[in-house]
């Protein structure tokens, strides 16, 4: 009797909390610190979007005023040769450019990662420094080294007596823009090849040296396949700056007006329909359509590349 009474005024065992419960406490919890971020993502890339794509179903008219008009103006865009002419400029910009500037960036990566090149610590800061430059300053110091009358070629040309060609005229304003922006951003790049060379295990480039592989044969067939993703990765923010070019021609364009047009790229373009032109609505439409196509081919660039071999 005295076992039973015992069992019998004994507290019964907690109750555990119903899954379900214990789920949608962990969901505001994970909101709770997500949430935060959400809200800026929303505010700063999906809102403008939105409001992008709802300009872009109305257009302003002489009589009525604005007015829902659907696909029209995708399909006036699709049609506009001036948009295309850029869009065909900034893609030879980014045949030539990209490569270029990845080609250099990776023989700089290279070459500090050797650990044969002499004072590697300053020369990394001095590739990279050009970075910290912004774009507008960049591009207002090459624009006046440009100058055939007040900057360097023009000096140039008076101390040695010869004309060379300016860099700023129809011509070779591309070439020149590309210099820029790749002086801007080797070091940028080179920063990303260099960081995942130092991830590569050394025990790798240690096997390859047993095996008797020279310094070209473990590039070759170590460290490039090593840093594969980084290739990948820098590959797809040129493409994606390539099509944004904007500040560069922007700025040049007051010193090279004959050469530098307002549909001289896509983005530019969209500036001058939207401020100079008040074509708000068309404006939005056009920039959908590039942001369209530059997503298209990054995403493109990045099956391929990241495709097993």
Do not use: C
Not at 32 to 39: R, S
Not at 203 to 219: C, K, P, T
């Amino acid at each position: 009797m005295t076992f039973l009474s015992t069992r019998a005024t004994e507290a019964p065992p907690p109750r555990r909390p119903r899954p379900r419960l214990r789920l949608r406490k962990e969901a505001l919890v994970g909101w709770g610190f997500a949430g935060p971020f959400v809200a800026v993502f929303g505010l700063v890339f999906l809102a403008p979007i939105g409001y992008a794509l709802y300009l872009s179903l109305f257009k302003d008219r002489l009589i009525g005023g604005t007015s829902f008009v659907g696909l029209e103006n995708y399909g006036e865009a699709l049609a506009d040769t001036r948009f295309w002419e850029g869009l065909a400029r900034v893609g030879l910009f980014l045949l030539v450019q990209v490569p270029v500037m990845l080609g250099v960036a990776l023989l700089v990566a290279l070459a500090i990662d050797s650990g044969r090149l002499y004072g590697r610590t300053f020369f990394r800061v001095a590739v990279f420094l050009p970075y910290a430059v912004p774009a507008v300053v960049a591009s207002l110091i090459w624009g006046f080294m440009y100058g055939t009358r007040f900057g360097l070629v023009g000096n140039i040309n008076d101390a040695l007596g010869v004309t060379l060609p300016d860099p700023l005229s129809p011509s070779l304003v591309l070439a020149s823009i590309g210099n820029i922006v790749t002086w801007e951003f080797v070091g940028y790049n080179m920063l990303i090849f260099y960081s995942a060379l130092k991830v590569v295990p050394r025990s790798l480039y240690e096997a390859a040296a047993i095996d008797g592989a020279g310094e070209w044969r473990v590039i070759a067939s170590v460290k490039l396949p090593a840093i594969r993703s980084a290739l990948v990765i820098a590959t797809i923010f040129s493409i994606i700056g390539s099509f944004q070019l904007f500040n560069e021609p922007s700025i040049l364009q007051k010193l090279a007006p004959n050469a530098i047009t307002s549909d001289f790229t896509p983005n530019l373009y969209t500036y001058s329909l939207s401020f100079a032109g008040q074509q708000h609505n068309y404006a939005a439409t056009v920039a959908i359509v590039m942001g369209v196509i530059t997503a298209v081919i990054a995403y493109t660039v990045q099956l391929r590349g990241m495709r097993k071999g």
